[in-house]
């Protein structure tokens, strides 16, 4: 499966911020897709993932209550829907998919062999 971020972009602190993952290839369906974002400086954290459009999604602590992920498996698509950005989510947006992961490796990078180019966030304060 091949991935491509968009999205990303230049926003104010407290506007809303909406990135797409869009997969191609075949079995979308199996796979679960996640996006983990890298700031200047820091490593490459977890924001959330999405379990085969199951109704299974997980999101990192901080992203909890303020962030929204969601997929389309028709248009092969999954999206992270931010509705009021913070400054500290200035940083790289990856998307990543995997098949077969188990529930608990889902918010490890090392476990996700699929991955899109990455899309630049930038929230100005």
């Known amino acids: 499966v091949q991935l491509q971020a968009s999205g990303g972009g230049l926003v104010q602190a407290g506007e809303s911020l909406r990135l797409t993952c869009t997969a191609s290839g075949r079995g979308f369906i199996n796979y679960a897709v996640a996006w983990f974002r890298q700031a200047p400086g820091k490593e490459r954290e977890f924001v959330a993932a999405d379990a085969w459009g199951a109704g299974t999604t997980y999101y990192a602590d901080s992203m909890k209550g303020r962030s929204t992920i969601s997929r389309d498996n028709n248009k092969k698509t999954v999206d992270l829907q931010i509705p009021t950005a913070k400054p500290e989510d200035t940083a790289v947006y990856y998307c990543?998919?995997?098949?077969?992961?188990?529930?608990?490796?889902?918010?490890?990078?090392?476990?996700?062999?699929?991955w899109g180019q990455g899309t630049q966030v930038t929230v100005s304060s």
């Open positions: 990543a998919a995997e098949s077969f992961l188990a529930l608990n490796d889902m918010t490890t990078a090392r476990y996700y062999y699929f």
